[in-house]
């Protein structure tokens, strides 16, 4: 089963999401909508982090839905 490693950083106002080890990151690059996309030696993107992420709530814990698909 695959792992997805999410991070809320409440005083950084970051949340950071990898579905990779973040181990590998090798490089980061920031998108005009203030999103940093995680990118391993090849390029390919293994987590992003959203730059001033509140939750809209005001409640500082992060509620998580998970979805599973099966195969039939």
């Known amino acids: 089963m695959d792992t997805i490693k ?4 409440a005083v950084g106002q970051t949340l950071t999401v990898w579905w ?8 980061c690059t920031e ?11 090849t390029g390919r993107v293994i987590g992003i982090e959203l730059l001033h992420y ?8 992060l509620a998580v839905e998970t979805v599973i ?4």
């Open 6 to 9: 999410v991070i809320h950083d």
């Open 20 to 27: 990779d080890d973040p181990r590998k990151e090798h490089i």
């Open 31 to 41: 998108t005009p909508e203030e999103v940093v996309l995680m990118k391993d030696a």
């Open 54 to 61: 509140r939750p809209s709530s005001g409640d500082p814990r």
């Open 69 to 72: 698909h099966t195969d039939t």
